[in-house]
């Protein structure tokens, strides 16, 4: 008997007879989740490597945030931004906090990412310019505003002609950098930690040359910290350690620990006037109930140290992972708790399957690399008992040999 009474395979063919086909077909019903594991329906549990994409910053069923979710659910659930809450007001006073932002810095509540960058597009319009320019490999969002800055053709192209004047530059090359970023530019938008290109970082030099470079143009310079924010990367926001200010940041994925939220940032008096009264907006955006959820996870990662936690965690399971010294393993990149392994020989789709039979639950990046987002209350013995696992798993992953007999 599975736990909702109907077996799996039940469930996905209903899945797919109910619901768009946009996201394919899951291969896995989830029913339920506590800490840093879920269950199936039919019982089975799973080291969630992934954390619903770095979303589930505290992991499944942390009594923080339910207990916030659950309160704020009893007293008040939306309101409209024709009023404010004390969730809201304390969201974004904690935020401002720890993005470390100056003195007339504001907050934008969103229910996304995506809508994030929608509010820098318009944001960087009130410049009175209208180029845009983001870089290859980059990953801003599947809205048609956010689309154009994404720079996967495969995304792109069947929804064009997307917005206008948008340009793509090599990531990290400073020449590019000075070539296209000018006085007709209205922001310079980057990941610090480009995740959809394979976890590649941007080095501290080249935030550095964006600031500088935006900042001599008047052009805004916009961090998407979408996926890499909220102590991802073992910093609140992975552009802190190389001491630049932006004028705005992009939020989501981690903010809310699992409710949906989204937010852009401004930094300072000046670029927080450039939107006003009326022109922009959102239902659902800052409602209550999203607000305590963010308020609970900034208040639980800060008391509970998890951004230092993410630093020591990454680096241990990067040390692990060499160590296996096994040949279809590359040097493991990224940032705290956002890694990714290259793979040599073996695909990242055949890797994905043999985890999952194995009880582990990891990201196919690339055709040659996966990601690992796990919730930021990991512990050691739980990425080890991954790491552990590694070499059974590349072995279930690694194609059989033809014999000579068998070839045509």
């Given amino acids: 008997m599975t736990a909702t009474g109907t077996p799996q395979a039940e469930w996905l063919e209903r899945y797919s007879g109910s619901l768009l ?46 207990a916030a979710i659950s309160k704020q659910a009893g007293e008040l659930v939306h309101v409209s931004n024709f009023f404010t809450t004390a969730a809201q007001v304390r969201a974004a006073e904690r935020i401002l906090e720890v993005a470390q932002a100056p003195s007339g810095s504001a907050v934008f509540f969103t229910n996304s990412g995506t809508e994030s960058v929608e509010a820098a597009i318009k944001l960087s319009r009130r410049t009175g310019r209208s180029r845009i320019v983001a870089l290859e490999g980059a990953f801003h969002g599947r809205s ?10 495969a995304y792109r192209e069947p929804f064009e002609p997307l917005i206008p004047d948008v340009v793509h530059i090599p990531a990290g090359d400073l020449d590019a950098l000075h070539e296209h970023v000018d006085e007709r530019t209205a922001m310079l938008v980057l990941e610090p930690v480009q995740g ?40 609140w926001f992975a552009h802190q350690p190389s001491g630049i200010v932006p004028d705005a940041m992009t939020l989501a994925k981690g903010l809310g620990g699992g409710v949906p939220i989204g937010a852009l940032v401004t930094f300072g008096p000046e670029v927080t006037s450039l939107l006003t ?18 308020l609970a996870v900034l208040d639980t990662i800060g008391s509970a140290g998890l ?65 690992l987002a ?20 590349l072995d279930a992953a690694t194609p059989t040999p033809t014999s000579p007999e068998e070839t045509p």
């Fill in 277 to 294: 009264a009326g022109q922009h907006g959102s239902t659902f955006g800052g409602n209550p109930l999203a607000c305590a959820s963010a």
């Fill in 196 to 235: 959809e290109a394979g976890v590649l970082p941007l080095d501290a030099e080249y935030l550095r040359a964006a600031r500088a470079r935006t900042g001599e143009v008047g052009a805004l310079l916009v961090v998407d910290e979408i996926q890499t924010g909220i102590a991802r990367t073992g910093s």
């Fill in 144 to 153: 048609t505003g956010a689309l154009a800055l994404t720079h996967k053709a």
């Fill in 374 to 393: 796990p919730p930021l209350t990991i512990t050691a013995a739980e990425l080890d008992s991954f790491v552990d696992a590694l070499p059974a798993i």
């Fill in 307 to 371: 951004v230092g936690a993410a630093t020591a965690l990454g680096e241990h399971f990067a040390r692990s992972v060499a160590a296996l010294d096994h040949p279809a393993l590359g040097e493991v990149r990224g940032l705290g708790l956002l890694r990714a392994i290259p793979l040599r020989g073996v695909t990242s789709a055949d890797v994905v399957t043999a985890a999952r039979a194995q009880g582990f639950i990891v990201n196919p990046v690339a055709p040659d690399a996966i990601r």
């Fill in 21 to 66: 086909g946009v996201f394919g077909t899951p291969s896995i019903v989830i029913e339920r989740g506590e800490g840093s594991y879920v269950w199936d329906v039919e019982g089975r549990r799973y080291l969630d490597l992934v954390s619903g994409i770095a979303v589930n910053a505290l992991g499944h069923g942390h009594p923080e945030l339910v």
